[in-house]
C-alpha cells in the first residue's frame, strides 16, 4: 500500500477552509456578473449560500477486494447482484469478487451484459434484469460504465414504478429528486478514472436525441467503495492513458468551476441543491491534490506499466478527484464532451472494443480541454495559472493575461508527449460537424453553466473549431 503524505497539518487544513468560505475571493470569476453568478456588490437572493460534502466510504488497499464478501454479509444481503462487463467477466477483479462472495456463503448472480459507453437500451436491459431477480444488495465491477449501470439499475429497482425519464436530468428527463431508499452498493472500480465509486452520478447515451445525459442524485452514491491497485496492474496502455486524462479534467474542471456561492437558482428544499453545487473550497483540496499526483504520476501511469506505484497513485487520484467533482461539479470539457462520443461515425480507438466505432470517454474529454481553458481564463485566471503550476508550469514570471495560453500549452505537452490523437479531425469530425456538436452540447447546461465564463452557441461553436487540429 502506498502512503500519502499530507502537505500540512490538519488543523491548518481546516483554518484554510474557514477562511475560503467567510471570505470572498478576488478573483474576477467571482466578480462576475451572469445568470449564475452573483453581482460583485453583493449577493442576489436566488443565489446559494450554502454546498454539501457527500461521498461514499472508500476503502484502499491492494488486495481489499477480498472483502466484499464479508461486507455484504455484514450487510446482511441475501441476494446481491453482481455487475460487470463482458471484458472484466474474463478477469482476476471479477474472480476476485465471486470467490470472496463464495467464500462467505453470499448468493449472488452475475449480470455481465453491461455496455462500454452505455446506452437508454442497455440501461433498460440491466434495470429489467434487476428488477425480476429482487436482489437486495449490488457489486458493481469494472469502470464508470459498469459502476454507473448498477447504479440506475438499483435506482428503478428501488422505485420499481418509476418510467425511465422520470429521474433523467432535465431537459431530457423529469429530473426528480430521489426520495425512495436504495440497496446497499459496493463499487470494485477497475480502471483509474472516473471516479463513479464515490459519485452520485450515472452518464449514459440517449439514443433518441443522440445526446449524452445522466442521472445526477446523492441518493445514487455506492454505499463504499474498494480501491484496489491491484485491479489496474493490467490496464492496456490507452485505457490508463484516456482514463487517467478523465481524472486530470475532473480536477481541473472543479477547481475552475463557478463558485457554490454564485450558483443559481438557490434550493427551496435541500433536496433540491445539485450535487454539481459550484467550486468550494473542500472540493479544492481534492483538486488540488489529484493535479499534483497527475503531475508526478500520469506520464509513468501510461508509459511504464510495471510501475506499480504510479498505476497505484492514479488508481488513488481517480477516487480524490471523484470526491472533488462529485460535489463541485464539471464544465465545458465534459459538456462538450458528449456529443463528441455520441456522434461517432468511424473511430475505433485502440485497446477498446472493435465491434462498433467508439470514441473514450476520457479522449472525448481531453481533446478540447486545451481550447476550453483558453477561454476561460479569463474569468479566473489566478487559478488556472495555479492550476498549471501544479501540473509542474513555472508561472513565477507570468502575468493574468497569459493564465490560458500557460495552462493550455502545459495540457498541450503532457498530449503530445502521450500520443494524443491530433484534434477532432483525427477522430473523424470535420468542421461541417460543428453544428451538430453544438447541438449535441447545449442540453449539457447542468454541466456547462458551471463554465465560469458564460457559454452560448458562438462560444460552443469556436471551441470546437479551435479543437479541430490541436498541435
Not at 176 to 183: D, Q, R
Not at 279 to 304: F, G, M, Q, Y
Not at 326 to 332: D, E, M, S, T
Not at 428 to 433: I, K, N
Amino acid at each position: 500500500q502506498t502512503a500519502i503524505k499530507m502537505a500540512a497539518p490538519c488543523s491548518k487544513m481546516v483554518r484554510g477552509v474557514m477562511q475560503a468560505v467567510t471570505t470572498a475571493c478576488s478573483c474576477p470569476a467571482h466578480a462576475k456578473t451572469g445568470i449564475t453568478r452573483a453581482a460583485a456588490s453583493g449577493r442576489p437572493s436566488d443565489t446559494d449560500y450554502a454546498f454539501e460534502m457527500a461521498t461514499s466510504s472508500v476503502r484502499i488497499g491492494r488486495g481489499v477486494t477480498r472483502e466484499v464478501g464479508q461486507d455484504m454479509k455484514n450487510l446482511k444481503a441475501k441476494n446481491v447482484c453482481v455487475f460487470t462487463d463482458p471484458n472484466i467477466a474474463k478477469l482476476p477483479p471479477l474472480q476476485a469478487v465471486v470467490e470472496s462472495l463464495t467464500r462467505n456463503h453470499v448468493q449472488h448472480t452475475v449480470f455481465s451484459d453491461v455496455s462500454v459507453e452505455p446506452t437508454d437500451n442497455s440501461m433498460q436491459r440491466a434495470i429489467a434484469f434487476a428488477r425480476q431477480g429482487k436482489f437486495d444488495a449490488f457489486v458493481a465491477v469494472g469502470g464508470g460504465s459498469v459502476m454507473d449501470t448498477c447504479k440506475v439499475a438499483n435506482l428503478y429497482t428501488a422505485d420499481a414504478a418509476a418510467d425511465f425519464l422520470d429521474y433523467v436530468n432535465a431537459p431530457i428527463g423529469k429530473g426528480k429528486p430521489v426520495t425512495v431508499p436504495l440497496a446497499p452498493l459496493i463499487a470494485v472500480p477497475t480502471t483509474a478514472g472516473t471516479g463513479s465509486e464515490t459519485t452520485g452520478v450515472a452518464i449514459f447515451d440517449y439514443k433518441p436525441l443522440q445526446a449524452k445525459t445522466g442521472i445526477a442524485n446523492r441518493a445514487l452514491r455506492p454505499t463504499l467503495g474498494l480501491i484496489d491497485a491491484d485491479h489496474v496492474r493490467s490496464l492496456p496502455r490507452n485505457v490508463a492513458a484516456y482514463s487517467g486524462y478523465d481524472v486530470l479534467c475532473h480536477a481541473l474542471e472543479s477547481y475552475t468551476a463557478i463558485p457554490f456561492s454564485q450558483r443559481s437558482p438557490r434550493p427551496t428544499n435541500p433536496l433540491e441543491r445539485p450535487a454539481y453545487q459550484g467550486s468550494n473550497p473542500i472540493s479544492d483540496i481534492w483538486a488540488e491534490t489529484t493535479l499534483k499526483i497527475c503531475h508526478k504520476h500520469l506520464k509513468n501511469a501510461v508509459t511504464r506499466p510495471d510501475d506499480d506505484e504510479a498505476r497505484g497513485m492514479m488508481h488513488f487520484a481517480s477516487s480524490l478527484a471523484g470526491i472533488g467533482f462529485g460535489n463541485a461539479g464539471v464544465h465545458l470539457c465534459h459538456g462538450l464532451s458528449y456529443p463528441i462520443s455520441g456522434l461517432v461515425r468511424s473511430f475505433h480507438a485502440h485497446d477498446y472494443p472493435d465491434h462498433h466505432p467508439l470514441v473514450p470517454h476520457g479522449l472525448s474529454v481531453i481533446m478540447t480541454a486545451p481550447a476550453v481553458f483558453r477561454f476561460t481564463a479569463a474569468a479566473c485566471p489566478d487559478r488556472h495559472l495555479h492550476a498549471a503550476q501544479l501540473l509542474g508550469a513555472d508561472v513565477s514570471r507570468a502575468r493574468a493575461s497569459d493564465a490560458g495560453a500557460i495552462l493550455s500549452d502545459t495540457l498541450l505537452k503532457l498530449m503530445s508527449d502521450l500520443g494524443v490523437e491530433d484534434g477532432l479531425s483525427a477522430l473523424g469530425y470535420s468542421r461541417s460537424d460543428i453544428p451538430a456538436l453544438v447541438k449535441g452540447a447545449l442540453p449539457q447546461h447542468r454541466v456547462t453553466k458551471l463554465s465560469p465564463q458564460p457559454v452560448f452557441d458562438e462560444e460552443i461553436a469556436a471551441i470546437y473549431e479551435n479543437s479541430m487540429k490541436i498541435y
